[in-house]
C-alpha cells in the first residue's frame, strides 16, 4: 500500500501563495507519476498538475504560469508550489500517486487540505 499525507494548506488572501507538500510512504516502488487535484464545493475533482518520473509534468490551463509541481525524490516527497491565488482557487487539494504492480495501473489518494483564498 502506498500512503500520501498533505500539508500546507490554509487561508490566503487573493494574490498571495502556498506551498502544499505531499508525503510519501509504503510501497513507493512502481510510482511512475505523482499529482495534485483539486474539488471545489458542488464541482467534480480536476486535474491541477502532475508530473512523471520522466520529468514531464503538465498543468490544467487554469492554473499555468501560476503553479509548479516538483518532487523531492530523496524525501519521497512532491510539491504544489501555488503563486497568485484567487478565489476561484478555492478548494480541497488531494496528493495522487499512480503506481504499476504486477501490470495493474492504481491510484492512490491523500486526506486533503483545505486551500481558501479570500480577502
Known amino acids: 500500500q502506498v500512503q500520501l499525507v498533505e500539508s500546507g494548506g490554509g487561508l490566503v488572501q487573493p494574490g498571495g501563495s502556498l506551498r502544499l507538500s505531499c508525503a510519501v510512504s509504503g510501497s513507493v516502488f512502481g510510482i511512475f507519476a505523482m499529482g495534485w487535484y483539486r474539488q471545489a464545493p458542488g464541482k467534480g475533482r480536476e486535474l491541477v498538475a502532475r508530473?512523471?518520473?520522466?520529468?514531464?509534468?503538465n498543468y490544467a490551463d487554469s492554473v499555468k504560469d501560476r503553479f509548479t509541481i516538483s518532487r523531492d525524490n530523496a524525501k519521497n516527497t512532491v510539491y504544489l508550489q501555488a503563486n497568485s491565488l484567487q478565489p476561484e482557487d478555492t478548494a480541497v487539494y488531494y496528493c495522487?500517486?499512480?503506481?504499476?504492480?504486477?501490470?495493474?495501473?492504481?491510484?492512490?489518494w491523500g486526506q486533503g487540505t483545505q486551500v481558501t483564498v479570500s480577502s
Open positions: 508530473a512523471t518520473n520522466g520529468g514531464t509534468t
Open positions: 495522487n500517486a499512480k503506481r504499476m504492480y504486477a501490470g495493474v495501473v492504481a491510484d492512490y
